[in-house]
């Protein structure tokens, strides 16, 4: 299966520490978004990159929040000092960006985050 | 600010029932509109998408129907089978835009019993 990878599939932790998620795109997809999906509601945009240039913060984005994709391949989502308000999915989508193309995203299933 | 709304939040149809999920957006900005389809445990798939030069797209037993001057788009699934049972979730891009990132409606679990 060749589709979005994310892991770990669950993370619980303790508030105050550090986590980081890794998402694993559709190999050839330049473009890699990171979403937020609370319990109940629709995916929260994050955040996206266009090979490795981060290009747009969304404000849910706090300075406890950061990511990258050091080599336009991969991307990791680290959370600082995390706060119980932190749990919820984090979801990771790839496309292809250009003119012509459509503009489906592919979705990983998620990482789970439970901050205790 | 929500920008895509959804109903209704949940929605019980009986096996080859008609199931209607609607969707309401503000930003006349957006131009491309689809449907995700959501499994327990699962990211969110793409079910189909419908761009505002239309008022109807069809795809098996799935259809969203478009009206751009009332900034509403709904989807219709036709033959309701209990494998069908998921939340739905509509959205909406603005392909013109450089993020080009979806915005999501709050989703619609569908249950369809046997």
């Known amino acids: 299966d060749t589709g979005v990878s994310q892991n770990p599939r669950h993370k619980i932790t303790k508030r105050g520490q550090n986590v980081t998620f890794r998402c694993d795109p559709i190999s050839e997809h330049n473009r890699l978004y990171w979403y937020r999906q609370t319990l109940g509601q629709g995916p929260e945009f994050l955040t996206y990159f266009q090979n490795e240039a981060q290009l747009e913060k969304s404000r849910l984005l706090s300075d406890r929040f950061s990511a990258e994709r050091p080599k336009g391949s991969f991307s990791t989502l680290e959370i600082q000092r995390t706060e119980q308000g932190d749990s919820a999915m984090y979801l990771c989508a790839s496309t292809v960006y250009g003119t012509g193309v459509s503009a489906e995203q592919f979705f990983g299933p998620g990482t789970r985050l439970t901050v205790l | 600010q929500q920008q895509v709304k959804q109903s209704p939040q949940s929605l019980i149809v009986q096996k080859g029932g008609i199931s209607i999920i609607n969707c309401a957006y503000e930003?006349?900005?957006?131009?491309?509109f689809p449907w995700y389809q959501q499994f327990p445990g699962k990211g969110p798939a793409l079910l189909i998408a419908?761009?505002?030069?239309?008022s109807e797209k069809k795809e098996g037993r799935f259809t969203i129907s478009f009206n751009k001057s009332a900034k509403q788009f709904s989807l219709h699934i036709m033959d309701s089978q209990p494998g069908d049972s998921a939340t739905y979730f509509c959205a909406a891009s603005n392909r013109g835009g450089s993020a080009r990132q979806l915005t999501f409606g709050s989703g619609t679990q569908l249950t369809v019993l046997p």
């Open positions: 930003n006349t900005a957006f131009d491309y």
């Open positions: 419908i761009r505002p030069d239309v």
